[in-house]
């Protein structure tokens, strides 16, 4: 079938990219879902850092790739051996496929899914199949990747079975699509990575989708004290609506301000800016004895001196958080469950709608940090 999609064929584009277009809107041709895949008609999908690394080329993909990871929509046909998914299901899209069969998934942590973080290297489903090609060419030459099983910012997609989490129709998909990443990551990190619990004290440093999420995630659990770190006044004034006990300006003495509102040092400190002076920064924050937690993703040549004495003689805690150490068919129905109650308010991280067309512009936003979540809606 024929779909529309937003299509990377060179990586490093210079800013703003509203006049140089990284994305280009292309026709291309999608094949019928295989043996354990999936077609799904796309709803709503979220600009995330993790696409704006690959058009930036901090994060090095294959190319050409039809971007997008972080999605909901609903089932439309169904391959080999699905069984348990009917066309007219609503699902969110999961950014790393688990087999259920490797090493990671067999001790119950698919997020570390060995065949998934390949397959997502290489630009290909889970079964190593590439769905998508461009219909002016043979299919071989003609391939387009898929960005981490997904490539959502497209009418339609074909995905793994397992890179899906079935949710209930009365959930607006274009809600339910930041479950499917911003979500899973930065309350996963909270809850399942940090495990926060009530009345701890709580700093998270950069506040984008997935940091703000982990703001809501550290006051759902429970924490006495939730302090909010970024370099701009208009993210911490949104992390003080969403009930930050304090906020402090990113800086030079931010370590400072932050031990002194907490007495030393916070318990468990998480850092979401994928920056190594950010994640500095998070370890000077977090006290004796603490955690400190990072699901940023700077470039990946990016290294961090850790002071070995201090690591020890303080009994410190450094760990890294990838996906939220989710398990998604868990913890996807159990963060909607407490967005439904009220606990999660989630929706207050969008920025605002976009069509298709205006995605260029949207990254330009998200680059320069005017917007925390904008969602590509394709069901209006």
């Known amino acids: 079938m024929k779909i529309e999609a937003a299509v990377l064929r060179r990586r490093g584009a210079p800013r703003p990219y509203a006049e140089s277009r990284p994305l280009a809107i292309e026709t291309l041709e999608l094949d019928p879902p295989g043996q354990g895949e999936v077609l799904v008609r796309i709803a709503a999908a979220g600009l995330c850092h993790s696409d704006l690394s690959v058009i930036d080329g901090s994060r090095p993909r294959p190319v ?24 007219g299901n609503h699902v969110v899209m999961v950014f790393m496929p688990s087999c259920g069969h490797c090493l ?8 570390l899914c060995e065949p998934g973080a390949a397959a997502n290297g290489a630009g290909t489903l889970l079964s190593g199949a590439v769905r998508l090609h461009d219909p002016a060419m043979d299919a071989a030459a003609g391939a387009v990747h898929h960005h981490l099983g997904c490539s959502a910012f497209a009418s339609h997609a074909v995905v793994a079975r397992r890179s899906l989490v079935k949710v209930d129709a009365d959930l607006p998909l274009h809600e339910a699509a930041l479950f499917g990443c911003a979500v899973l990551t930065g309350v996963g990190a909270v809850i399942n990575t940090a495990a926060v619990r009530a009345g701890q004290t709580v700093a998270v440093v950069g506040l984008g989708g997935v940091g703000l999420a982990a703001v809501l995630g550290a006051i759902a659990a429970g924490a006495a004290q939730v302090i909010a770190v970024d370099l701009m006044e208009d993210k911490l004034a949104l992390a003080r609506g969403l009930g930050a006990s304090a906020t402090v300006l990113a800086g030079a003495d931010a370590a400072a301000q932050v031990r002194a509102l907490t007495a030393g040092g916070c318990d468990v400190v998480l850092e979401m800016a994928g920056s190594v002076r950010a994640l500095e920064s998070a370890v000077a924050m ?9 699901a940023g993703l700077p470039p990946a040549d990016a290294a961090l001196p850790v002071n070995i004495v201090a690591l020890v003689g303080e009994e410190r805690t450094l760990k890294g958080s990838y996906i939220g150490t989710c398990v998604p068919m868990r913890d996807i ?7 439904r109650a009220g606990r999660l308010p989630v929706d207050r991280l969008v920025s605002g709608y976009l069509s298709l067309a205006e995605i260029n512009q949207g990254f330009d936003a998200l680059a320069e940090g005017r917007a925390v979540r904008q969602i590509v809606r394709f069901d209006r």
Not at 64 to 87: I, S
Not at 104 to 111: D, H, Q, S, T, V
């Open 64 to 87: 050409p790739m039809a971007l997008g990871h972080e999605a909901a929509g609903v089932v439309e046909a169904l391959g080999a051996d699905v069984g348990d998914l009917a066309v």
């Open 104 to 111: 990671p998934c067999a001790e119950g942590r698919p997020a």
């Open 333 to 339: 129905p159990r963060y909607v469950a407490l967005y």
């Open 286 to 294: 977090t006290r004796r004895g603490g955690t400190t937690v990072t």
